[in-house]
């Protein structure tokens, strides 16, 4: 990992903006809500999430072998998400909500109002995250998402040559990421403002680490504030062409192609508390690993956000999580609530 001391503090004071004393208060109580729930071995539900993911489209250009939509092996519908339902949404979570992932699965940039979205968090004082390929990031992209207050955007730069870059983006044009990267840092100094704050992202694997020290260079060069080098989440379906690179690996070494977390999963989950997911056409699930939507906990077309957290089927999902997690089979394989908190 590598940053600019200047963008961290720029970022805080985005974080802190986005603070209140409602929000606050929520917080407070989800921290106690979650703590009390780990003792009594109950779930206790007094407050509501401050993080939230909404899935702006679910189609995505790129055929990326570990990602369940590249590799198309998901077999929910894809789609854009309406307008109205992510006004709604807000609408709903505003009082609560501090930080908003504007990505789950797809790509964020194809849904043809992603500004629109942006500037409805923005108008409600919410800390909004972009995570993108970069295939769109055009110079009208560029200003667009400055002029909309998006707060951080994370661009995957997964090699520095076409070659190694397509091993895993395939489909994809290197020099259109580092161009939208240029773009976008050269038209955020021409708007005069510090936003959003620009991260390029780095699955380290096996193909492309030697490539990361002239991602490393480059970044410095051009302006980028933060680079973040990352494990890739594996999964059975891939089909083999990539591993992860052993020195920044989330798994254990394993002799077949199957993926294990080191450690114990602890009966809790903090996420089950923190966040919430949803989808393009509004189901909510339980936390980002579950992309398929296999666990339906809710819907936020049809009911409001806070009746789908009261749902006999989210409060369920949280009781076996602290009874049992391992019951749940997304679940056990989670790096999430090992080895931190008290166990
Ligand atoms: S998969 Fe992980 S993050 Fe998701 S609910 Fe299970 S333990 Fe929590």
Known sequence: MWFRTSAILNNAMLYLKSLNIPRLLNLLKLVC????????????????????????????QLKCPECPTGAAVLSRKKGNMNIDLFNKIINETEKYIIYLNLYFQGEPLL????????????????????????????????????????????????GFSQGIYETYRRGGKVETVK???IMLIQARK?????????????????????????????????????????????????????????????????????????????NHCWRQWSSAVITWNGLMVPCCY??????ILGNASSSTFSDNI?????????????????????????????NWFWG
């Open 33 to 60: 809500g979650f703590i009390l729930s780990r003792i009594v071995g109950k779930p206790l539900c007094i407050a509501h999430p401050f993080a939230l993911s909404v899935e702006p489209s679910g189609h995505c």
């Open 111 to 158: 849904h043809p109002q992603i500004e629109e979205f942006i500037e409805k968090a923005k108008k409600n004082r919410i800390y909004t995250t972009i995570s993108t390929n970069a295939q769109l990031l055009d110079q009208q992209m560029c200003r667009k998402l400055i002029a909309s207050g998006l707060s951080r955007i994370v661009i995957s730069l997964d």
């Open 179 to 181: 161009n939208g990267i």
């Open 190 to 266: 021409e708007s005069g403002t510090f936003f959003p704050i620009i991260v390029v992202q780095v699955l380290a694997f096996d193909h492309n680490k030697h490539e990361i020290p002239a991602i490393r260079e480059w970044c410095k060069e051009v302006g980028v504030d933060k680079l973040e080098i990352k494990t890739a989440q594996m999964n059975e379906f891939g089909d083999g062409t990539v591993q992860p690179a052993r020195e920044k690996s989330r798994y254990q070494n394993s002799p077949k192609k199957k993926y294990t977390v080191p450690g114990r999963p602890y």
């Open 290 to 295: 579950d992309k398929n939507a296999e666990y």
């Open 310 to 338: 009261k749902k006999p089927e989210s409060y369920i999902f949280k009781q076996t999580i602290l009874s049992n997690r391992k019951g749940i089979e997304m679940c056990r394989n989670c790096p999430e609530g090992r």
